[in-house]
């Protein structure tokens, strides 16, 4: 099998998250301007993000696969973090971030596109899902593009905004068990 640590798209280099990466991606996760749809996620620290990337590494020892810094191939400077974790073994979450001026390019398409391959490698028995907030509609046009279909429309648990509605979109249809997964828990 081709190592998923290390992956090259036509525009960007793809690295396995490394806690080396704390600096590059606190300033994704500080930014405001990328957490308009869930401000309480802004990251304060960078020991926040630090903490949040030691829990994304141990992803790819436990299930051989995860998030990946995402560096343009240009000038390897990090304009995103992303790609699937694999959530109580159930379902694989589809996720991407990306700095504001690398928006608007088709990267986080790029990204998001490598991790539904990975995905469907290691585990093409797992559904590959997106968990998004409703108002968030540019991610949601992505899924969709990646071929994901709304399977649910819900409360988001957890959220500070009691208002929030979150949607989990598929590749198939999910059972109970992998719906839970996703609906129940923040």
Do not use: C, K
Not at 26 to 34: S, Y
Not at 128 to 157: F, I, K
Not at 159 to 170: F, G, H, S, T, Y
């Amino acid at each position: 099998m081709t190592d998923l640590r290390h992956v090259r798209t036509a525009r960007l280099r793809l690295d396995a998250v490394r806690v080396d990466d704390s600096e590059a991606v606190f300033a994704l996760n500080a930014d405001a301007r990328l957490w308009e749809h869930l401000p309480s996620g802004r990251h304060t620290s960078v020991d926040q993000t630090r903490t949040q990337l030691e829990r994304y590494a141990t992803a790819w020892d436990d299930d051989g696969l995860g998030y990946w810094t995402a560096r343009d191939r240009e000038d390897d400077r990090v304009v995103g973090i992303g790609g699937v974790t694999l959530r109580e073994g159930t379902v694989w979450n589809v996720y991407y971030r990306f700095a504001v001026e690398a928006q608007g390019r088709g990267l986080a398409h790029e990204l998001a596109s490598a991790a539904l391959d990975a995905a469907r490698a290691v585990r093409p028995d797992v559904p590959v899902v997106a968990y998004l907030l409703e108002h968030n509609t540019a991610s949601r046009r992505l899924a969709e593009r990646l071929g994901l279909t709304l399977v649910w429309r819900g409360p988001d648990v957890g959220n500070p905004d009691p208002d929030a509605v979150r949607l989990v979109l598929a590749d198939r249809p999910l059972d109970e068990d992998a719906l839970a997964v996703m609906t129940t828990s923040p």
